[in-house]
């Protein structure tokens, strides 16, 4: 008997012999049609091939596709385990041309391949036509099948169209017949239901395309898609009318009973089989990288789980039972499927995480339940609110609480949940409106209500599709953006980064599909309403962009790379720190762009020259070791329990993306120990040593007890090193040194430099104190409501040396307020001082903020004796010393 996995490969290598590309599946995010949900067919991956907006090096084509209907339009959740050949995970085999044959090769691959392959009885198999289609009747009778066994159908079932518009054709299709002890009919009988005829092979003749009016003509490129189910044709050939009844199916269900201890072909056989398929897409969709969350397609995996790990639960599993089949899985199906055994540790993590933490609350949630259902009558419905109840407080998705009752017979009010959902909305909106965030304007909310979250597909890809939801000016929702103007776009998925974590937004460029001439740059990307959405900051530079396109988005590739290398440079820096520093060393904020990283933590004193470059060294020996960078996802105490850092200032959810870069062999814990563990939702690096090198520019003071660091990384470090060496050669051509003797003669010409440049400042402040020239605004106290006050502007003189002006001032005047305004190349700094014998009626704060506001700068602060601000122009020095004034009673 001929396995899955040898079906799947006859079928490829069959094709491949009639000079087929062997194209591996897509992954199941589908980055080229925004419309669904996951891929749900085999001809996703080339849409744009039989539209003629993309071409590749081959015309034929065969794949095995991984497929998910669980989600969206195509959603086959409610009926697996209970029926045959419903499943949310399969696979569809395909050959396709792009322009190449047509029907009268297509037919006859698809016959050669059934009877003469596969072996299956000519007499057992039925072909359906489209019925005006007379050029495939005529082929399949060609090939041998009797007149009476090819059925013209007039219905829909036999013409396939992508959309109400655009490529369309009739389809053929072959049937099996499994014998009259099974109820049914042939294809377009009353009886086409019942289970005799099955449905094995789809061919669509994409020949025609549709226009808006109803009329169609001819393509220019005529092309077949084709889609065979490998559990449907593996069920048929091993002898068995049930997909679950497949060598695979088999393995896993076994499995699941062997961690069970349940008879897996008993009474208990319909959880076995949910199990088994729910642990395929599970399994699938986390190697893709989707992730479990509540928006979106992670919130589909959510469900898909829970749907298992419930049906775990009946069959009296006391402990988490889907992360141990992961092994049965792998070896099944990770040969045909490499990324499956590459995110093996992933995905048991993964649902062993989920199902450890749902566990916690299924019992008690099935007992409200219970309880709930108790106080009904026989056949009653669940409330909604009821229904809601369980959602909101114990996380069970509507879908999984009408499983539990359909076993009781029972039905949910689905639509008591949505207007008790709705009111948790409103309240939702009420409390966030009580924050007074202006940040986070109602419009974002609105869209996010209407559209759902967006779904960021960027750890995996920098170019995919998506379709605008929501287009966005001054704050109002409209129509359209225009050429010329700008706005912000939100689109149902984006490889566009949102900042945060100290990363800033992507950028990149959004075209039309319809007409790419017409496109956007992304200035930046943002995230808003609780980070749930992403709003691409555009300028439309050609065309229009309208709510409702479908578009193509694709990032900066330089500035990404750019970017994330800057990121995780920075995680290599905050552990280098630590273990050079100490572990007191903690973030205190970031930024990371695509010109340099910036790293603040805290840390008492300036770090000497040689702790600079022992930290360096090590961050360099780390980006050489060329480590894979590993992503996991745990809650946030498990994160921390295995040491992870946390960045500042971030809020984090009940889960967390955990990365990990380096093994520390000496130094940090025993040998093979990871190095940098870190939460994080930011891009990273591949391998560490896609970073490059890493150079630190110095180490400054950001605030009290806080230090700050700059570097650069890849190609920038390299410039910059390349810029610091031609200096050291000119330098050293200047000063007439040999480069040996470089270092002691530039000391000592820098010494001398800031000797000079003391005395200069030395004489700058006599010069002030004097109020000689160029020092405006008299160095004279007046009275101002009973308090003196010294209001004097500056010239040449830095912010810097404002604090002991301040001082000398204080003690000239004895009892009263200074307020100093100093301009020196081209920066404005503002500095307020307060005798002690006021600070409690009088604050320099005050006097700082009143000052500043004249002069276009921003708050400022400090202590009520001494503050500190600056401006942007010293032009209205003297309506900021008349506000000054204000703010004193004057």
């Given at each position: 008997m001929a396995s899955l996995n040898d079906i799947r490969s006859t079928f490829l290598n069959f094709f491949a012999k009639n000079d087929h590309e062997i194209v591996a599946s897509s992954p199941l995010v589908p980055r080229n049609d925004p419309t669904l949900m996951f891929v749900n067919s085999g001809m996703v991956q080339f849409k744009n091939l039989f539209t003629g907006v993309e071409t590749r090096d081959y015309k034929r084509a065969t794949t095995a596709q991984k497929c998910v209907r669980a989600g969206g339009k195509h959603n086959d959740l409610d009926n697996v385990g209970y029926t045959a050949r419903h499943h949310t995970f399969f696979e569809m085999l395909g050959n396709f041309s792009f322009g190449d044959y047509f029907k009268d090769e297509a037919i006859p691959f698809a016959w050669e391949l059934i009877t003469r392959e596969y072996g299956i009885p000519k007499d057992k198999l039925y072909t359906t036509v489209y019925h005006t289609d007379d050029e495939a009747f005529e082929i399949w009778k060609k090939v041998g099948v009797p007149e009476d066994r090819i059925i013209r159908i007039a219905t829909s079932d036999n013409f396939w169209q992508m959309g109400p518009t655009g490529p369309c054709g009739p389809c053929t299709e072959i049937f099996y017949d499994h014998g009259d002890h099974i109820w049914g009919g042939p294809p377009g009988s009353p009886e086409e239901d019942g289970d005799r005829f099955i449905e094995i092979w789809n061919i669509v003749f994409m020949q025609n395309e549709q226009f808006e009016d109803g009329s169609m003509k001819a393509l220019d490129m005529q092309s077949i898609d084709t889609g065979m189910g490998l559990e449907r044709i593996g069920a048929l050939l091993q002898g068995s009318h049930d997909n679950y009844d497949t060598d695979l199916f088999k393995s896993l269900i076994e499995a699941s009973a062997d961690a069970t201890g349940v008879d897996p072909y008993g009474d208990k056989n319909v959880h076995h089989r949910v199990i088994a398929d729910h642990l395929r897409s599970t399994s699938f969709l986390i190697a893709d990288g989707v992730m479990p969350s509540n928006d979106g397609r992670g919130y589909t995996l959510r469900r898909i789980m829970r749907r298992a790990m419930r049906h775990a639960h009946l069959l009296g599993a006391k402990d988490p039972v889907m992360h141990r089949l992961v092994p049965a899985l792998v070896q099944q199906m990770g040969a045909a499927?490499?990324?499956?055994?590459?995110?093996?540790?992933?995905?048991?993590?993964?649902?062993?995480?989920?199902?450890?933490?749902?566990?916690?609350?299924?019992?008690?949630?099935?007992?409200?339940?219970?309880?709930?259902?108790?106080?009904?009558?026989?056949?009653?419905?669940?409330?909604?609110?009821?229904?809601?109840?369980?959602?909101?407080?114990?996380?069970f998705p509507l879908d999984l609480t009408q499983d539990a009752l359909r076993e009781m017979g029972r039905e949910v009010d689905v639509d008591g949940f949505k207007v008790a959902m709705e009111e948790q909305k409103q309240k939702a909106r009420a409390a966030w409106s009580g924050t007074g965030d202006a940040t986070e304007s109602a419009v974002w909310f609105d869209v996010v209500d209407a559209a759902g979250a967006t779904d960021f597909l960027g750890y995996d890809t920098e170019k995919a599709e998506g379709q605008i939801v929501a287009l966005i000016v001054d704050g109002t929702e409209v129509e359209q953006i225009a050429e010329g103007q700008c706005g912000w776009a939100v689109v149902n998925q984006t490889p566009f980064y949102g900042e945060s974590g100290g990363q800033v937004g992507d950028t990149g460029v959004i075209r039309r599909l319809d007409n790419r001439d017409d496109c956007a740059v992304v200035t930046d990307t943002k995230?808003?309403?609780?980070?749930?959405?992403?709003?691409?900051?555009?300028?439309?530079?050609?065309?229009?962009?309208?709510?409702?396109?479908?578009?193509?988005?694709?990032?900066?590739?330089?500035?990404?790379?750019?970017?994330?290398?800057?990121?995780?440079?920075?995680?290599?820096?905050?552990?280098?720190?630590?273990?050079?520093?100490?572990?007191?060393?903690?973030?205190?904020?970031?930024l990371n762009d695509a010109e340099r990283l910036r790293f603040d933590f805290s840390h008492a004193k300036g770090l000497s020259g040689d702790e600079l470059r022992a930290v360096g060294e090590e961050v360099n020996g780390f980006i050489r070791q060329n480590s894979t960078v590993s992503t996991r996802i745990m809650t946030p105490d498990d994160a921390r329990e295995i040491g992870a850092q946390a960045l500042f200032g971030e809020k984090y959810g009940d889960e967390v993306r955990v990365v990990s870069m380096g093994t520390a062999p000496t130094g940090k814990g025993s040998g093979g120990e990871t190095y940098s563990i870190e939460l994080c939702g930011g891009t990273h690096v591949k391998q560490t040593g896609d970073i490059g090198l890493c150079v630190i520019l110095g180490d400054s003071a950001s605030s009290a007890g806080v230090r700050r660091i700059e570097a650069l990384t890849g190609a920038a470090a390299f410039e910059y090193l390349e810029q610091q060496a031609a200096l050291v050669a000119n330098l050293a051509g200047a000063v007439k040194a040999q480069p040996g003797e470089l270092p002691e003669r530039v000391k000592a010409l820098m010494d001398e430099r800031k000797a000079l440049q003391n005395e200069v400042a030395q004489l700058r402040r006599e010069l002030a104190m004097a109020g000689g020239a160029g020092q405006g605004g008299g160095a004279e106290a007046e009275e101002v409501n009973g308090v003196k006050l010294m209001a004097q502007v500056l010239k040449g003189v830095s912010g810097k040396d404002l604090p002991a002006l301040i001082d000398e001032h204080k003690l000239r005047i004895e009892s009263g307020a200074v307020l100093l305004i100093a301009e020196d190349g081209g920066k404005v700094a503002v500095a307020a001082g307060v005798t002690n014998d006021l600070t409690e009626t009088l604050s320099a704060v005050d006097l700082v903020r009143a000052a500043v506001a004249e002069l276009g700068g921003k708050g400022g602060g400090g202590r009520p004796d001494m503050a500190r601000g600056g401006g942007q122009s010293a032009d209205n020095a003297d309506a900021a010393i008349k506000a000054a004034k204000a703010a004193m009673g004057g």
């Amino acid at each position: 008997m001929a396995s899955l996995n040898d079906i799947r490969s006859t079928f490829l290598n069959f094709f491949a012999k009639n000079d087929h590309e062997i194209v591996a599946s897509s992954p199941l995010v589908p980055r080229n049609d925004p419309t669904l949900m996951f891929v749900n067919s085999g001809m996703v991956q080339f849409k744009n091939l039989f539209t003629g907006v993309e071409t590749r090096d081959y015309k034929r084509a065969t794949t095995a596709q991984k497929c998910v209907r669980a989600g969206g339009k195509h959603n086959d959740l409610d009926n697996v385990g209970y029926t045959a050949r419903h499943h949310t995970f399969f696979e569809m085999l395909g050959n396709f041309s792009f322009g190449d044959y047509f029907k009268d090769e297509a037919i006859p691959f698809a016959w050669e391949l059934i009877t003469r392959e596969y072996g299956i009885p000519k007499d057992k198999l039925y072909t359906t036509v489209y019925h005006t289609d007379d050029e495939a009747f005529e082929i399949w009778k060609k090939v041998g099948v009797p007149e009476d066994r090819i059925i013209r159908i007039a219905t829909s079932d036999n013409f396939w169209q992508m959309g109400p518009t655009g490529p369309c054709g009739p389809c053929t299709e072959i049937f099996y017949d499994h014998g009259d002890h099974i109820w049914g009919g042939p294809p377009g009988s009353p009886e086409e239901d019942g289970d005799r005829f099955i449905e094995i092979w789809n061919i669509v003749f994409m020949q025609n395309e549709q226009f808006e009016d109803g009329s169609m003509k001819a393509l220019d490129m005529q092309s077949i898609d084709t889609g065979m189910g490998l559990e449907r044709i593996g069920a048929l050939l091993q002898g068995s009318h049930d997909n679950y009844d497949t060598d695979l199916f088999k393995s896993l269900i076994e499995a699941s009973a062997d961690a069970t201890g349940v008879d897996p072909y008993g009474d208990k056989n319909v959880h076995h089989r949910v199990i088994a398929d729910h642990l395929r897409s599970t399994s699938f969709l986390i190697a893709d990288g989707v992730m479990p969350s509540n928006d979106g397609r992670g919130y589909t995996l959510r469900r898909i789980m829970r749907r298992a790990m419930r049906h775990a639960h009946l069959l009296g599993a006391k402990d988490p039972v889907m992360h141990r089949l992961v092994p049965a899985l792998v070896q099944q199906m990770g040969a045909a499927y490499p990324e499956l055994g590459q995110a093996k540790a992933l995905i048991e993590e993964t649902l062993e995480l989920e199902e450890t933490r749902f566990r916690k609350t299924l019992d008690r949630g099935l007992k409200l339940l219970d309880d709930e259902v108790s106080d009904l009558g026989e056949g009653t419905a669940l409330s909604g609110e009821a229904a809601f109840k369980l959602y909101d407080t114990y996380g069970f998705p509507l879908d999984l609480t009408q499983d539990a009752l359909r076993e009781m017979g029972r039905e949910v009010d689905v639509d008591g949940f949505k207007v008790a959902m709705e009111e948790q909305k409103q309240k939702a909106r009420a409390a966030w409106s009580g924050t007074g965030d202006a940040t986070e304007s109602a419009v974002w909310f609105d869209v996010v209500d209407a559209a759902g979250a967006t779904d960021f597909l960027g750890y995996d890809t920098e170019k995919a599709e998506g379709q605008i939801v929501a287009l966005i000016v001054d704050g109002t929702e409209v129509e359209q953006i225009a050429e010329g103007q700008c706005g912000w776009a939100v689109v149902n998925q984006t490889p566009f980064y949102g900042e945060s974590g100290g990363q800033v937004g992507d950028t990149g460029v959004i075209r039309r599909l319809d007409n790419r001439d017409d496109c956007a740059v992304v200035t930046d990307t943002k995230k808003f309403a609780d980070g749930r959405l992403y709003a691409h900051a555009v300028e439309v530079k050609r065309g229009t962009l309208l709510k409702g396109d479908p578009v193509e988005l694709e990032v900066d590739h330089a500035l990404r790379s750019a970017i994330r290398a800057n990121h995780s440079a920075t995680h290599l820096l905050h552990e280098a720190l630590r273990v050079h520093l100490g572990d007191h060393v903690a973030q205190r904020g970031s930024l990371n762009d695509a010109e340099r990283l910036r790293f603040d933590f805290s840390h008492a004193k300036g770090l000497s020259g040689d702790e600079l470059r022992a930290v360096g060294e090590e961050v360099n020996g780390f980006i050489r070791q060329n480590s894979t960078v590993s992503t996991r996802i745990m809650t946030p105490d498990d994160a921390r329990e295995i040491g992870a850092q946390a960045l500042f200032g971030e809020k984090y959810g009940d889960e967390v993306r955990v990365v990990s870069m380096g093994t520390a062999p000496t130094g940090k814990g025993s040998g093979g120990e990871t190095y940098s563990i870190e939460l994080c939702g930011g891009t990273h690096v591949k391998q560490t040593g896609d970073i490059g090198l890493c150079v630190i520019l110095g180490d400054s003071a950001s605030s009290a007890g806080v230090r700050r660091i700059e570097a650069l990384t890849g190609a920038a470090a390299f410039e910059y090193l390349e810029q610091q060496a031609a200096l050291v050669a000119n330098l050293a051509g200047a000063v007439k040194a040999q480069p040996g003797e470089l270092p002691e003669r530039v000391k000592a010409l820098m010494d001398e430099r800031k000797a000079l440049q003391n005395e200069v400042a030395q004489l700058r402040r006599e010069l002030a104190m004097a109020g000689g020239a160029g020092q405006g605004g008299g160095a004279e106290a007046e009275e101002v409501n009973g308090v003196k006050l010294m209001a004097q502007v500056l010239k040449g003189v830095s912010g810097k040396d404002l604090p002991a002006l301040i001082d000398e001032h204080k003690l000239r005047i004895e009892s009263g307020a200074v307020l100093l305004i100093a301009e020196d190349g081209g920066k404005v700094a503002v500095a307020a001082g307060v005798t002690n014998d006021l600070t409690e009626t009088l604050s320099a704060v005050d006097l700082v903020r009143a000052a500043v506001a004249e002069l276009g700068g921003k708050g400022g602060g400090g202590r009520p004796d001494m503050a500190r601000g600056g401006g942007q122009s010293a032009d209205n020095a003297d309506a900021a010393i008349k506000a000054a004034k204000a703010a004193m009673g004057g």
